[in-house]
């Protein structure tokens, strides 16, 4: 039987996860407009080979192409009724591309709906976490991975939706700005401490934060978590720094080996699950390995 990941964690393992797939999907010709989750159907090859690429790299955990894969974000391309075959899908393929040892974290990201606009009710947002959850669980994803949140109710009902309608461990992750002041918050105002009180309060099994901040700005976010909660497992996907627009498309500047030369500090931190978001590649990865196993 495969180890939870919860217990590797705990166990002192520091475990190296995966990086960036909406921007490897785009190199790969996803175009701006379509639906990413669409690909799970059109092109599996090419989401496959995005997830054996990171496997090969050294990731021990590869997410889902299912970050927008629930009933709202979906809606927008008149594709509601795909929810179940889209996650489904994907954890099919991420399981085909990185085989039955390593992780399949099942990708669940915000739906776009703010509860404080009495857009929906809660009911209705629980319902649709549930919805993606389960199917994820059901097509064999090994664990939950709710990330790039930034209100705290959306965030904690997630959290309740797949932890009561799934066996699998829950992690879930903010997206923080550095402050005038700064500190660091999200975008709905909520600092890292105020997020590990509520996130574990709400049952998550492993917390952290993704997107938005280089590995450097991760540094501070997650001593702030260590600081609130000192053992609660922490996950960690930066972005290849701050990006850069031009002609249409987002660039990132960081090399492998500046992302990686931040990894013995994030590990000093209290990090224990460390990979990459926007802009990371299979070499960001490598080299975030290689630092890890030399740390």
Request: proline share 5%; with cysteine; charged share 25%.
């Given at each position: 039987m495969k180890t939870k990941l919860t217990e590797r964690l705990k166990n002192g393992e520091i475990i190296i996860s995966d990086g960036a797939l909406g921007t490897m999907l785009q190199a790969a010709g996803l175009e701006p407009?379509?639906?990413?989750?669409?690909?799970?159907?059109?092109?599996?090859?090419?989401?496959?080979?995005?997830?054996?690429?990171?496997?090969?790299?050294?990731?021990?955990?590869?997410?889902?192409?299912?970050?927008?894969?629930?009933r709202f974000k979906l809606s927008h391309y008149g594709l509601r009724d795909k929810v179940v075959d889209f996650n489904r899908k994907a954890v099919e393929i991420t399981r085909r591309a990185i085989g039955p040892d390593r992780i399949v974290l099942g990708s669940v990201g915000p739906t776009g709906i703010l509860l404080m606009m009495d857009e929906i009710s809660e009911e209705e947002l629980y319902e649709a976490f549930k919805e993606q959850c389960v199917a994820l669980a059901?097509?064999?994803?090994?664990?939950?991975?709710?990330?790039?949140?930034?209100?705290?109710?959306?965030?904690?009902?997630?959290?309740?939706?797949?932890?009561?309608?799934?066996?699998?461990?829950?992690?879930c992750t903010m997206t923080f700005d550095k402050t005038m002041q700064g500190d660091f918050r999200t975008m709905m105002g909520v600092s890292p401490e105020e997020m590990t009180l509520a996130f574990k309060a709400a049952g998550a099994d492993i917390i952290g934060t993704n997107c938005?901040?280089?590995?450097?700005?991760?540094?501070?976010?997650?001593?702030?978590?260590?600081?609130?909660?000192?053992?609660?497992?922490?996950?960690?996907h930066a972005n290849a720094g701050k990006p850069h627009y031009h002609d249409g498309k987002n660039f990132f500047d960081e090399t492998p080996e500046i992302t990686a030369s931040y990894v013995p500090s994030l590990i000093r931190a209290g990090a224990t699950c460390i990979g990459g978001c926007c802009g990371t590649t299979p070499e960001h990865i490598r080299r975030i390995r290689d630092v890890t196993r030399e740390s």
């Open positions: 407009g379509v639906c990413p989750e669409t690909w799970n159907i059109d092109f599996p090859d090419r989401v496959e080979a995005i997830a054996r690429a990171y496997a090969e790299a050294g990731s021990e955990a590869v997410e889902t192409n299912t970050f927008g894969a629930n059901e097509a064999g994803a090994d664990a939950i991975c709710i990330e790039t949140m930034t209100a705290l109710d959306e965030a904690t009902l997630a959290i309740k939706a797949a932890k009561e309608h799934t066996n699998l461990e829950v992690i938005g901040n280089g590995m450097e700005n991760m540094i501070p976010i997650v001593e702030e978590i260590r600081r609130t909660d000192p053992s609660v497992p922490i996950l960690v």
